[in-house]
């Protein structure tokens, strides 16, 4: 995922975590949108994560072919050497670890919006305590 997909991402995830007592109900009834539509994000991003894994991978077998090739015995160092001089691998390591970052962020971002649904049922107890309180002092 690059990075400017995940700023659409992440653009209104401010206004979208935030929780208040005002418009209580439009906030819980929006709620279940939200997590999906950043779940569905993390989802994606988790793909992308695991398909530049496995581009990289194959990436260091063809590097360890052409060592084999070369050499009779090709040790871990040697591999990890030829790969950090590879510039495709290098490109794809860029990208495994952008895919990485993103996937945590959404992650973190599903996790908040399970925070905030257990924020809006307690405010949502608050407000029914408090209208019962006001029921119960303006009877005459």
């Given at each position: 995922?690059?990075?400017?997909?995940?700023?659409?991402?992440?653009?209104?995830?401010?206004?979208?975590?935030?929780?208040?007592?005002?418009?209580?109900?439009?906030?819980?009834?929006?709620?279940?949108?939200?997590?999906?539509?950043?779940?569905?994000?993390?989802?994606?991003?988790?793909?992308?994560?695991?398909?530049?894994?496995?581009?990289?991978?194959?990436?260091?077998?063809?590097?360890?072919?052409?060592?084999?090739?070369?050499?009779?015995?090709?040790?871990?160092?040697?591999?990890?050497?030829?790969?950090?001089?590879?510039?495709?691998?290098?490109?794809?390591?860029?990208?495994?670890?952008?895919?990485?970052?993103?996937?945590d962020v959404l992650k973190a971002a599903c996790q908040a919006l399970i925070h905030k649904r257990d924020m809006l049922v307690n405010l949502g107890a608050t407000v029914r305590v408090e209208m019962a309180g006001e029921i119960s002092t303006s009877?005459?």
């Amino acid at each position: 995922m690059k990075r400017e997909e995940l700023r659409k991402y992440t653009k209104h995830l401010d206004k979208d975590l935030s929780c208040s007592k005002a418009g209580l109900d439009k906030q819980m009834t929006r709620q279940a949108g939200l997590y999906f539509y950043y779940a569905v994000a993390w989802n994606n991003a988790v793909r992308d994560e695991k398909r530049s894994k496995l581009r990289l991978e194959m990436q260091e077998t063809k590097i360890y072919r052409q060592i084999s090739d070369q050499h009779s015995r090709v040790t871990e160092r040697m591999l990890l050497s030829e790969c950090h001089l590879d510039k495709l691998w290098l490109k794809l390591k860029q990208i495994v670890n952008q895919n990485d970052h993103a996937a945590d962020v959404l992650k973190a971002a599903c996790q908040a919006l399970i925070h905030k649904r257990d924020m809006l049922v307690n405010l949502g107890a608050t407000v029914r305590v408090e209208m019962a309180g006001e029921i119960s002092t303006s009877k005459p």
